[in-house]
C-alpha cells in the first residue's frame, strides 16, 4: 500500500523540473507538488558552471534556480538527495531512495543527460575530471589552480569554454586535444568553428586537431595525454568534455518507449507513450513542430522553455512544444555567441569575421534553417522568423548588411 499521494510528481532536479514545478502554481496549479533529485543541491543553473562559477564571479547563490525559502513558499516540496528507483506507470507509484513509496496522479521525466565517459587506458588516474555537476565545477577549478597545464580533450562547448574560464580568471596554460580539425566544427562547420577557435589561440589557448585520445599515463595523478596520431602532451589535469547520453535509467525500467537518439519519446505535446506521463529536457525526445521530425536538445533554454510546456499540458491545456531552439555560449569575456536551430546548410555571413561582428544564417536547400551570431543579438529575431515560416530568403541579401533583414 502507497504511504501518500502528490498531484505532480516530477522526477529530476534540473533545470526542465524545477522550471515546470514553477509554472504550474503560476498557471494556478493547487494541488500537491513534489520535485525529487538526486544530487544534493536544490535545482540550479549549469550553464555557469564552465564559465562566471568556474572563474569565481558568481557564488553558488546567483546560480540556484531559486532562493532556498521560495520552494517553501510555493508549497513545492523539495526532495533533494533522494532519487527515483522504480516507477510503476500502470499504478503510478514510485519507489524512492528513502523508501518511500508515493502515488502519483501525474508526472514529469526530466533526468537529464550524464556525461559520456571515454574508457581508454588511465582513464582512471587523478587529476582526470568531467563537469557537469556543482562539485566537478569546484573541484576543476581548485585542481587547476595547482596544475602546470590543463588538457581540455574535446573542442566542443565544454572544453572552449572551461579553457576560455581557466586561461581567463588564473592565467592558466591549457590546450585543447580534439577529434575534429578545428573547434566547434560539428556544430557550426569549419569557418564558424574556425573564428572561436582564432579567439582562443589569440588568448594563448593551444589547439590539437585531427588527435583521438589514446590513452593517459602517470603512476598516480595524470602526468601526460597521448593520441592515437602520436602527439604527447605533459598536463596534470585534465577535463574531459566528450557529450552527454540521456538519463534513461528509470524511463527504460519503467517501460517507457525510446526514440532513435535514445531519449524518451513524446509527443509534440511532451507525453511519453504513457497518457500522462511527460518528458522534458535533456532526455526528451519530441516530435517538433518546427522541425517536423523527432529531436533531442542539450540546451538550457531547451530545458527551461520545455519545463513550461510539461506544466501547461500536466494542467490538460493540450499545448505544443513549438518554440525554436535557443542556445548560447560564452569564451569568458573573449566573445559570446547565440544560435537559434538546429539546421544545417552553408552558412551564409553577415558582417564580418575578421572583426569578430557577424551573423552566419545556415541555408539549407534555399531555407534557413539555423543561424548563429556574435555581436548582433538583432539579427536573431530575423533569423527565428526565418525559421518558423521556412522563408527562403535571397542568399545575396542575407549577406548584405544594406539589405534591411525586416524586409526579407
Ligand atoms: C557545464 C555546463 C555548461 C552548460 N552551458 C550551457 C550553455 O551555455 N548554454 C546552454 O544552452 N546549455 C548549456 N548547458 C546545458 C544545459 O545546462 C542543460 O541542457 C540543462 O541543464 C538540462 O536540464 P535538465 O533539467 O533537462 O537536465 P539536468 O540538468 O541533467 O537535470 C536532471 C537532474 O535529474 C537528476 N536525476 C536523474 N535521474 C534521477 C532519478 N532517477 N531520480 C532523481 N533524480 C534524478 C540528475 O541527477 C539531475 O540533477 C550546459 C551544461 C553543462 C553541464
Known sequence: MAARFVDFLLI?????????????????????????????????????????????RESRDEVLF?????????????????SVMNVDLSERVATLSNKDEVRFDKALLATGANARRLRVDGCDLDGIHYLRVFANSKTIREDAAQAERVILIGGSYIGTEVAASLASSQGKACAIVMLEDVTLERQFGKEVG????????????????????????????????????????EGDCVVIGAGVLPEVTLARSAGLEL???????????????VPGIYAAGD???????????????????????????????????ETEHDVIPYFFSDL?????????????????IRGSLEDGNFTAFYVDDDRVTAALTVGRSDD??????????????DRAALADEGTDLGSL
Not at 532536479?13 to 544530487?39: F, K, M, Y
Not at 531559486?66 to 533522494?82: G, K, M, S, Y
Not at 537559434?340 to 552553408?346: C, K, Q
Request: with cysteine.
Open 194 to 233: 574556425g573564428f572561436f577557435q582564432g579567439v582562443l589561440e589569440d588568448h594563448g589557448v593551444e589547439i590539437h586537431g585531427g588527435q583521438e585520445l589514446e590513452r593517459f599515463e602517470g603512476s598516480d595523478a595524470v602526468r601526460k595525454v597521448v593520441t592515437k596520431g602520436g602527439l604527447e602532451l
Open 380 to 393: 536573431l529575431e530575423h533569423a527565428t522568423r526565418f525559421i518558423k515560416e521556412r522563408s527562403t530568403p
Open 259 to 273: 526514440g532513435e537518439a535514445g531519449g524518451v519519446k513524446c509527443s509534440s505535446r511532451l507525453e511519453s507513450s
Open 283 to 317: 532526455v526528451c525526445e519530441y516530435d517538433s513542430p518546427i522541425h517536423g521530425r523527432p529531436m533531442r536538445i542539450e540546451h538550457w533554454d531547451v530545458a527551461f522553455n520545455q519545463g513550461k510546456t510539461a506544466a501547461l499540458n500536466l494542467l490538460g491545456r
Open 12 to 56: 529530476g532536479g534540473g533545470l526542465a523540473a524545477a522550471n515546470c514545478a514553477r509554472w504550474l502554481r503560476e498557471e494556478g496549479a493547487d494541488g500537491s507538488i513534489l520535485l525529487v533529485g538526486r544530487e544534493p543541491d536544490p535545482p540550479y543553473n549549469r550553464p555557469p558552471l564552465s564559465k562566471g562559477y568556474m572563474q569565481g
Open 66 to 82: 531559486r532562493p532556498d525559502e521560495w520552494w517553501e513558499e510555493q508549497r513545492i516540496e523539495l526532495a533533494v538527495r533522494t
Open 332 to 348: 569568458a569575456d573573449w566573445s559570446s555567441m547565440e544560435y537559434v536551430g538546429p539546421g544545417s546548410g552553408e552558412p551564409v
